[in-house]
Structures are given as C-alpha cells and as structure tokens.
Nanobody, 125 residues
Framework: VQLQASGGGLVQAGGSLRLSCAASGGTFSRYTMAWFRQAPGTERGFVAAISWSGGRTDYADSVKGRFTISRDNAKNTVYLQMNSLKPEDTTVYYC???????????????????WGQGTLVTVSS
C-alpha cells in the first residue's frame, strides 16, 4: 500500500491543523493506521492509532485531549485533527499502516508495515 501524507504547515500556538493520509494499492479498511512524529536527532515516536473500523483509538499522553485520529474507509484516508497546538508539537509527522488488527495501546515504529513520506508541522510561539 502507498501512503501520501498532507496538511502540514505553519500555525500559531493555540491554532489547529488537520493532517490527511491517503492510501492506495491495498484494502484500506483492513489496515490499522497510525501517526508518528520525529524531530531531528530523535527516535520516531507514537502519536495516535486507529483500528480498522475506527472503533478503537489511542493517543500518546502528550497529545491526548488535543489531537483526534479518524478515518474514512470510503475515501481510503486517515486524518489527524490537531487542536491547541504547542511549539513543542513542531516536527515531521508520518502516517503508517499495519496489516494486523489493532488491539489498543501505543504502537512502535517496528510494528508498521508501510510509511508515508512525512509532512512538516511548525507551531510558532
């Protein structure tokens, strides 16, 4: 499956952005989808994940209550709505897919089979 992330940009602290990740080449409704982020010189870290149907989601503590992951299986797209953005949210965001069912909890990058190219989010103070 191929993943194409978009929606990054520059926003002031307290603002909002919505990231999108469009999938092609596979049965999207049978992939666990997730968002990760990575700053230069750091490991790629878990942000949020969503199950095949969208009925199960989980978030990193640092974004819980501010970010919302969702998916539209008819459009083969997963979203990350980011509200109340902080300067420390500035980094590159990646979407990823895993062909196994999502059982909940945080995922590690090693769990994921496919990756998008990343989209840069910059939050100014």
């Amino acid at each position: 499956v191929q993943l194409q992330a978009s929606g990054g940009g520059l926003v002031q602290a307290g603002g909002s952005l919505r990231l999108s990740c469009a999938a092609s080449g596979g049965t999207f409704s049978r992939y666990t989808m997730a968002w990760f982020r990575q700053a230069p010189g750091t490991e790629r870290g878990f942000v949020a994940a969503i199950s095949w149907s969208g009925g199960r989601t989980d978030y990193a503590d640092s974004v819980k209550g501010r970010f919302t992951i969702s998916r539209d299986n008819a459009k083969n797209t997963v979203y990350l709505q980011m509200n109340s953005l902080k300067p420390e949210d500035t980094t590159v965001y990646y979407c990823a897919a895993d062909s196994r069912p999502y059982l909940g909890g945080w995922l590690s990058p090693g769990n994921m089979n496919y990756w998008g190219q990343g989209t840069l989010v910059t939050v100014s103070s």
